[in-house]
């Protein structure tokens, strides 16, 4: 992609030296260019996190009478007293630990599964992928119907194990209620890493596959020394993009349980909204923001220092 | 992009049918797994909720068979706006899709092949804006739009007004410029040759006419994947219009049915309204397949 740089920027300097009136022209043309994104991503990225650093430390409402004041660190004391914002906490670590691994470990095997060369690869790959243009909400909301207690997942249940195994109202119970939000966010997220990790693949060069072979290892050799070891880089994206999604639990739970039943299911994002959206409590989300942005960002950082290139 | 060639390797020696047998007997398993909740939606659409449920015990719950008929769908229309809702995603996310495209390929085309002080430093600052989740500042964000004022062109003039709740703008405006699309705009063009720009200016087209005339033409891939990647978060938005949007009117789908959803109507509409928003985004899937594709697989570059 970079080559012939030199010679381009020869011909360039060769060019322009003799032009300043033409190199200023350039650089206000390239501003008004660049302006209308620049001024954008000011106004609805940068000024809102700045907001999130400011607003956490007042008491400011989402409509209020009184202008905020500062109040220090009031909020997050509160926040430490909160038994469901802990919870909240709880359940996103528990939630991004179990999906995480298991989602990347779905989406890798699917991608192994039709990476081969076989009649069929595309139908398959178009058929692993629909769940994820399907949207979330959609999603949330049919697995609702096929969660209830006389849905169809309990009449599976009752005719692979001939009746003897009454399935629970998954999202009515507090201990099955995340673990069905667990299995239908695999269900629909693995699709879009399978793509990554078949991009991985592809960047493996396969001389190194052809060598294996003539050296006959087993499947599980080649795949230790040679897939595993190719993917690196890939592994690493996957990783953090599947943790910065699972902490980001939102969706699921506002549709299927709105936190419930017995705060078994709510979020740190859906706290955020509870309390800066339907309680107008502004200063107390952005306090809880901050709390996420701080969790995602320490997650991503050891995640990213463990996979890191070992040599 | 990468093409196929390399994807013989992982099968070793001469594949015999009984040895694959088992691999793609596990790929139909799968295959299933993947699709039924999606046929099991469509095809519930059509039948009376005493069907849905009197079907699950057995196959009949995905096919097509028994009492079918439109009535869930006439009923979702009697019950709510829905078309209203489709117009107004359709229109949101065909405006955030189009202005995407032009606003940042734009700034990557002054960023890429134009030459002035400090785009380096700029590129990494938009880059680094991608670290930040939106749920980071979405809350901040809604506050932050309840303060800004608007120009407002009224019988008599410009008036000053202020907050952007409850309007089409704050669903669209908040997410026309993004750092990735910035990124694989910037990648992309600097994959076309400089000296197609040297011609033409030697020629004396302007920058501008170099952006519309050369470089635009030239990145129809680049252009699809920025189409794709903010096209589905747009149509499948719902934190956002969730907390900015009230009146009814201006509903985008997905807060559409999560309130309908409430309302505690038969399962049977619930299903036809969830297959009439998402039959639009599966046929375009199933129409762009490669580029939906490849557009996801470029979201990984930046690992």
Known sequence: ?311 | MSTRSSQSRATSGPPTAWRRLPVHAVRVVLALFFAFPVVFMLVSSFKPDQQIFGDLSGPRAFLPVGDLSLTNYTAVFERVPALRFLLNSLAISATTVVLGIVVNSLAAFALSRMRWPGRKLLLTLIIATLIVPFETFALPLVWWVNELPWLELNGFGLTLTEGWLDTYRVQVLPFVAHGFSIFLFHQYFQSIPKELDEAALIDGAGWFGIYRRIVMPLSGPAIATVAILTFLPAWNSYLWPLMVVQQEELRPVMVGIQYFFQLNPSWGEIMAYSSMITVPVLALFLAFQRSFINSIASSGVKG
């Open chain 1, 1 to 311: 992609m970079t080559a012939a740089v030199p010679l381009r920027a020869r011909l360039r300097r060769a060019h322009s030296t003799t032009q300043t009136g033409a190199r200023r022209r350039e650089g206000i043309i390239a501003v008004g260019m660049a302006a209308p994104a620049v001024l954008l991503l000011f106004v609805f990225v940068v000024i809102p996190i700045g907001l999130a650093f400011v607003l956490a430390f007042t008491s400011a409402r989402l409509v209020s009478p009184t202008p905020a004041r500062f109040v220090g660190l009031r909020n997050f004391a509160m926040l430490a007293e909160d038994p469901v914002f802990l919870r909240s906490v709880l359940n996103t670590f528990v939630f991004a630990a179990v999906v995480v691994p298991l989602q990347a470990g779905v989406a890798l095997g699917l991608a192994l599964l039709i990476n081969a060369r076989f009649r069929g690869t595309d139908f398959f790959r178009t058929v692993y992928f629909i769940p994820v243009v399907t949207s979330m909400v959609v999603v949330s909301i049919v697995w609702t119907l096929l969660y209830q207690k006389d849905g169809l997942l309990n009449r599976v249940i009752e005719a692979v194990t001939f009746g003897q195994v009454e399935g629970p109202d998954w999202l009515n119970d507090p201990s099955t209620s995340l673990a069905a939000i667990v299995f239908m966010s695999v269900w629909q997220g693995a699709g879009f890493h399978m793509i990554i990790w078949l991009a991985g693949l592809q960047t493996i060069p396969a001389d190194l596959y052809e060598a294996a072979s003539i050296d006959g290892v087993s499947r599980w050799t080649r795949f230790r020394y040679v897939t595993w070891p190719g993917l690196r880089a890939t592994r690493t994206f996957v990783l953090i993009t599947i943790t910065i999604a699972a902490f980001s639990l939102f969706t699921q739970v506002n549709v299927m349980t709105q936190g419930g039943p017995l705060d078994s299911t709510t979020t740190v994002v859906y706290q955020a909204v509870r309390s800066g959206y339907q309680q107008q409590q502004t200063a107390y989300a952005s306090a809880i923001s901050l709390v996420f942005f701080v969790l995602v960002l320490i997650v991503s950082l050891v995640q990213r220092y463990l996979t890191r290139e070992k040599d």
